[in-house]
């Protein structure tokens, strides 16, 4: 699909934030960003393509320190800072060309998919929120990854972490981690969905210019990022798309998130952490398309997202489940 898009950038905190404009039609606006240590191109394109196609303004950015974004030092991933970003983002979004500031939407994958979830449950000028296999707990997450490591790998990237850490006090480089590997190597994810990452993200090599690699410390503190616990506040309509094979960010706790949220639909897809960016993209993306046109164009302009959410008990939730 052939869409325009621009290059642009918005201030986050002491950096700036390299973003894809896409220029849309219907006054409402997607806000997106990729998974851990993924760029927006890998990490947003196939989605943000169809999303500009049908007519919706698209906002994909880089988080800072990542990609096209400034800020150092470099491949340092700190979940506070994509926060921020996510909130400049936010910001910024309202201010495009053509953009209702009352209809603005956040997607997220993995990583950002649970940064969507934290974002939506404090920020009410976010209209709708969809959460792609999202890394709800970050605890249970961790847990699962010991699984599927040798525990010498394991002891070699908390080593490296600690380093790496002890360094960054001192301002040294960071020591940097693969994003991906075969169990026994020291990388980030080596589940059998690390084996897809390529296949999924950069088929091709298409994009040579993504470093798929962070700076070790982050492995000290994921385990204490749980924003799925957070769903009870989102306010606004929430779609969480889980894969039922998911081996890296896991289907259940996303599934918990989705049936903490007052206004949620849950969408179940066959395969794992990647499938909605391989076979299941298609299915993935119309579902993401149908919620929202729901939600962001079929109510009345003058709607406010800050309008008090119904209860659990007043809205029932909507389960689609998509098989072969």
């Known amino acids: 699909m052939s869409v325009e898009r621009e290059k642009i950038r918005f201030a986050s905190g002491d950096a700036e934030c390299a973003a894809w404009h896409y220029p849309g039609t219907n006054g409402a606006c ?58 400049a983002a936010i ?17 997220g994958f993995s990583l950002s998919g649970g940064h969507v979830l934290h974002v939506a449950a404090r920020d009410r000028r976010v209209a709708a929120a969809i959460a792609q296999t999202p890394n709800a707990d970050c605890q249970a997450i961790v847990r699962n990854a010991a699984r599927h490591q040798t525990p010498p790998a394991m002891l070699r ?17 960071p ?39 962070a700076a070790a410390r982050f492995a000290l503190g994921l ?41 949620a639909e849950l969408v179940r897809l066959p395969g794992g952490h990647y499938q909605p960016f391989l076979d299941g993209h298609e299915r993935a993306v119309e579902a993401e398309l149908s919620f929202l046109r729901r939600h962001l164009l079929d109510r009345p302009p003058a709607e406010s997202p800050a309008t008090t959410a119904p209860s659990a008990a007043q809205r029932p939730k909507r389960t689609i489940q998509s098989r072969g």
């Open 30 to 87: 997607v806000i997106m960003a990729g998974g851990f240590a993924v760029t927006k191109g890998p990490g947003t394109d196939p989605f943000a393509e169809r999303f500009a196609g049908a007519g919706f303004t698209v906002l994909a950015f880089d988080h800072r320190r990542l990609g096209a974004s400034r800020g150092r030092p470099r491949q340092v991933v700190r979940v506070k800072d994509e926060l921020a970003d996510w909130q």
């Open 91 to 107: 910001a910024f979004a309202a201010t495009l060309p053509g953009v209702d500031p009352g209809r603005l939407a956040l997607w």
């Open 175 to 213: 020591l940097l981690v693969p994003l991906n590997g075969e169990p026994g190597t020291v990388a980030f994810l080596t589940t059998p969905d690390a084996l897809d990452t390529d296949k999924a993200l950069n088929p091709g090599d298409r994009y040579p210019d993504w470093r798929q690699e």
């Open 223 to 263: 385990g204490f990022y749980r924003p799925g616990r957070h769903a009870s506040r989102i306010h606004c309509p929430l779609l969480v798309l889980v894969c039922d094979e998911d081996r890296s960010a896991l289907a259940a706790p996303a599934i918990a998130a989705a049936d903490r949220a007052p206004r």
């Open 157 to 173: 990237l908390t080593g490296l972490a600690v380093l790496d850490a002890l360094g960054g006090l001192v301002g040294r480089a």
